[in-house]
């Protein structure tokens, strides 16, 4: 059964600092990976997608990488922002068509 | 840009009131899901819908809940008889093809089960 698992579940930076976010995951044979993006009470904004064939998505500021020998994605964000602080999900999809979310990492850009 | 729809954005109910979520997927899709969201939890997957029958439900997916394509637009998620603990963002979402293919999901219903 796939899990995905990320760290950390919070973080606080600076403003202007890089910053990586990390996502593991227990079953390798998925067909791709996604970050999403979610504001308080709000829906899901879909970041970056990574097929199982890719090691890597970039979006501006944002960068995200994928291992999936290793079962490990992680999201790079560049030049940190206070717009970026939200909570940050990874979510990996299998054969079965299922997407498998994690719990999220909940970021805080300090002005 | 094609997007997923749902409304309503907020739905109040009584507990034990039928509620019925509705959704609008891409026009061209042919897969169709809804996950759930209780707040502070993950998102969980419930049921996928494909050629007008559940193709996979989650355990979570009991006899409360059922789903249909209606008018071969709108995609509803209908729980007969709300709990409490069914207060949660439901997201539906739409593919266009196989497993391959990217799911592309809603804004989000948050239904409050009073």
């Known amino acids: 059964k796939q899990e995905v698992t990320q760290i950390p579940a919070a973080l606080s930076v600076p403003e202007g600092e890089n910053l990586v976010l990390n996502c593991s995951f227990t079953d390798s044979a998925i067909y791709n990976l996604q970050w999403f993006r979610q504001d308080p009470g709000k829906g899901l904004t879909s970041l970056l997608l990574?097929?199982?064939?890719?090691r890597e998505q970039t979006s501006g500021r944002l960068n995200a990488s994928l291992d999936k020998s290793s079962g490990r994605s992680t999201l790079y964000i560049a030049a940190s922002q206070p717009g970026d602080s939200a909570t940050y999900l990874c979510?990996?999809?299998?054969?079965?068509?299922?997407?498998?979310f994690g719990k999220g990492t909940r970021l805080h850009i300090l002005p | 840009e094609p997007e997923v729809t749902q409304t309503p954005s907020h739905q109040v109910t009584q507990m034990g009131q039928e509620v019925i979520l509705r959704c609008v997927p891409i026009s061209n899709h042919l897969y169709f899901y809804w996950y759930r969201q209780i707040l502070g939890q993950k998102v969980e997957f419930l049921v996928s819908?494909?050629?007008?029958?559940?193709?996979?439900k989650s355990e979570i997916f009991d006899d409360q809940f059922s789903v249909e394509r209606p008018d071969g637009s709108n995609f509803t998620l209908k729980i007969r008889s709300t709990k409490l603990e069914d207060s949660a963002m439901y997201f539906c979402a739409s593919q266009s093809g196989t497993a391959k293919n990217i799911q592309y999901f809603g804004a989000g219903t948050r239904l409050s089960v009073l």
């Open positions: 990574i097929q199982s064939s890719q």
């Open positions: 819908f494909y050629n007008n029958e559940i193709s996979e």
């Open positions: 979510a990996v999809k299998g054969g079965d068509d299922k997407i498998i």
